[in-house]
């Protein structure tokens, strides 16, 4: 179903909105809605909202707006679910455009929060091009959120050091019990936990830390694991990082997300 | 650690291979190899060799040849593990090049099989480029196995007709025990099984349907659910179909894969 992501500008209070520019594009020329019609919108806090378009002119339509319950409102036959448990991913900064599909891919499936990290191997850096990289990036996330209907307001932050990633998650935690993991690839001195074990039953929140294309440094495996982290060897072939990301959030969030454990 | 896929030239009995061109490029200006560096190869069939540069010319360079008994010999600590429960992927074609990322994620996952489908809502269609586009994955799925180290000697097969996937799974699981797995981002009226249950513990060939940007029709589910397949509703927002795919593999492959059930 799509998601509507309202205007940063939407007030709560208003009935109705009207949109110009890039929303009025979204909504008229490339979703070809006509009036009368309703969409699901979401706003910047995660509320949701029933949204049913009351006008189109050239430039501009009119959405009446009214507070939705839930989701199954307006949606194309989307089971109601429990809201997802919350998953933070700590990516190391990957070259080029791999952050873009990364970055789509995990907001898709509902990860909370997306924090760049500055690790050993990192070659890219976004030193100078922050503002404009992160802002680039809210933009693939607007999309992604409309597309898959997410009702998680994900948020991408950084760049933060490796060695930060403990302090951030505690803060990130709001008192939740926290599972921190480390995917490594190769064998570590120490015993590297099963992923399917260390993820089932758990309820809180959960923080998957990826490596950049060289991997992470054993230390800096070790120093997140004497904060508590717990490293987990994937039981797959040594995947890119831009795979390995949503193949390990796709196998937590299952592990987490399901009924039977 | 990297893997070489061996020509389909190369001769088991042989104790050297003289390589020209592509593969010459790849070694010597890619990996930047020299001579007495060795790599681990890989033949057509699967079989594991240990490589070993023994001469380097402007044209061409020669390998030492030795088969190898396990990943664990040349590779850079790369822990020995079961070979992976064979996963056969049925990808309903999508769009343009997303067919390229599907491919390249679920070869560096270990998929054995990937199949492509024609199904209700596929818009793309390989009509009259079936040769061309099937030699371009056969490169992608290449390439892939020798990043990721994968000993699945994936082949990429197709297009057939969705109502073709039983028999087709069955010819595939050469006697094995079947579990075929429909994902399928709607509620149904029959009931939808929890991916974890489904998979957990289980030791057969596992299938993977997954549909078109537009979805799976909910006939096609019902018909492959009247032959043996079970639709499963992903616990997570609704997935582009080239994230759901290796969304669904990382969640499946860990399943199936974890000592601990």
Not at 182 to 211: N, S
Not at 227 to 254: M, P
Request: charged share 30%; glycine share 8%; with cysteine.
């Amino acid at each position: 179903m799509r998601l509507f992501l309202l205007p940063a500008s939407f007030s709560k209070n208003s009935s109705s909105i009207e949109l110009r520019g890039k929303d009025y594009n979204y909504l008229v020329n490339a979703l070809r809605m006509k009036t009368g019609q309703k969409i699901m919108g979401r706003d910047r806090d995660g509320g949701l909202w029933d949204l049913e378009i009351t006008a189109i002119g050239r430039s501009s339509c009119v959405l009446s707006v009214r507070p939705a319950e839930k989701l199954s409102a307006v949606t194309d036959n989307i089971p109601d679910r429990a809201p997802l448990k919350p998953i933070v991913l700590y990516q190391c900064l990957p070259k080029g455009r791999k952050a873009d599909d990364i970055i789509k891919k995990a907001t898709e499936a509902g990860v909370r929060d997306i924090v760049l990290v500055r690790s050993r191997n990192c070659v890219a850096s976004l030193e100078g091009k922050e503002e404009s990289r992160l802002s680039r990036y809210d933009a693939i996330v607007t999309e992604a959120i409309q597309q898959s209907g997410s009702v998680v307001p994900t948020k991408v932050e950084g760049v933060i050091d490796i060695r930060d990633i403990p302090e951030d998650f505690e803060k990130r935690s709001g008192g939740l019990e926290r599972l921190g993991l480390v995917l490594h690839q190769t064998r570590l001195k120490e015993d590297q936990a099963d992923l399917f074990a260390c993820v089932r039953g758990f309820e809180g929140i959960t923080a998957i830390v990826v490596g950049p294309e060289g991997g992470l440094e054993e230390e800096e495996c070790l120093s997140l694991m004497d904060c508590g982290f717990r490293a987990v060897l994937l039981k797959t072939n040594i995947l890119r990082c831009e795979t390995a990301s949503i193949y390990a959030i796709g196998a937590i969030q299952t592990i987490l997300e399901s009924d039977c454990q």
